[in-house]
């Protein structure tokens, strides 16, 4: 009952008004929903008591600590694929024309290190820093296949 006063208060179920747009989807929900009023229902039978209480109902808890640990993954799976797509912002895609002799040199330095010319730009351009007064730079490197084998000079 929780989850369906939570449902209606989703900006989701706002959108969309009281019925889900798959009557299938919906019939679905209240199918289940009525299944588990019954399982309530045999529960407070079978224990004799006269009001529901989650401490007494193993099997509807642990459903309920189920329902719970889905809802947090999915909530984590949801927060990681948002800060993938905020790293995606910030990722830029150029492309960039040398002339023959800056061409050359950059085929030169790739070539002895077993790297695409772009592979090499790519490196060069994880090295850039900017100082105070806006001076771009990069020191010395040496262009590798892996971070840990480049050698800085």
């Known amino acids: ?20 747009p798959d009557p299938e989807e919906l019939a679905a929900r209240w199918t289940a929903l009525l299944t588990e009023w019954r399982r309530v229902a045999a529960h407070l039978a079978a224990s004799g008591a006269g009001a529901y209480d989650t401490d007494q109902d193993e099997q509807g808890t642990a459903w309920a600590r189920e329902r719970e640990e ?31 002799a800056a061409g050359r040199r950059v085929r030169a330095v790739a070539a002895p290190a077993g790297l695409t010319p772009n592979e090499v730009l790519v490196q060069l351009a994880e090295r850039v820093s900017v100082d105070d007064g806006g001076a771009v730079s990069v020191a010395p490197f040496t262009p590798g296949r892996a971070a840990g084998l480049s050698e800085e000079r």
Request: with cysteine; net charge negative; aromatic share 6%.
């Open 1 to 20: 009952m929780r989850e369906t006063r939570e449902e209606l208060r989703s900006p989701t179920a706002a959108a969309i008004g009281e019925f889900a």
């Open 70 to 100: 889905r809802r947090a993954q999915a909530l984590r799976d949801r927060a990681a694929w948002a800060e993938q797509q905020r790293e995606k912002q910030d990722e830029l895609c150029a492309e960039v024309w040398l002339d023959a």
